[in-house]
């Protein structure tokens, strides 16, 4: 079973920088895409950013400017550079693999999560 782990997470001031990674146990086939989702107290989980097989990339319109989406194939690892954080980007942030399994189909592997607090 794949495991994935995040780090990266903590207590910011405004205005300051993160960088979350999340790593896998072990080598994952056929990816489809990698994403960083987020959860704020008594609210959604919602997708912050993901980047394809292809590399292609995509933003919440919340965090477009400010973070930055990459991957290390080699390393099974995806990274979330944030900037210019605000109090609004305190979540937890998950990362999420959906990798394609013969037999199953697309499959999702979540990390058990990382807590960004941004205040002062």
């Known amino acids: 079973q794949v495991q994935l782990v995040e780090s990266g997470g903590g207590l910011v001031q405004p205005g300051g920088s993160l960088r979350l990674s999340c790593a896998a146990s072990?080598?994952?086939?056929?990816?489809?895409?990698m994403e960083w989702f987020r959860q704020a107290p008594g609210k959604q989980r919602e997708l912050v950013s993901s980047?394809?097989?292809?590399?292609?990339?995509t933003y919440a319109d919340s965090v477009k400017g400010r973070f930055n989406i990459s991957r290390d194939r080699a390393e099974n690892a995806v990274y979330l550079q944030m900037s210019s954080l605000s109090p609004e980007d305190t979540a937890v942030y998950y990362c999420?693999?959906?990798?394609?399994?013969?037999?199953?189909?697309?499959?999702?592997?979540w990390g058990q999560g990382t807590q960004v607090t941004v205040s002062s």
């Open positions: 980047i394809s097989n292809d590399g292609s990339t």
């Open positions: 072990r080598s994952i086939s056929n990816i489809i895409v």
């Open positions: 999420n693999v959906v990798a394609m399994i013969t037999g199953l189909g697309p499959t999702n592997y």
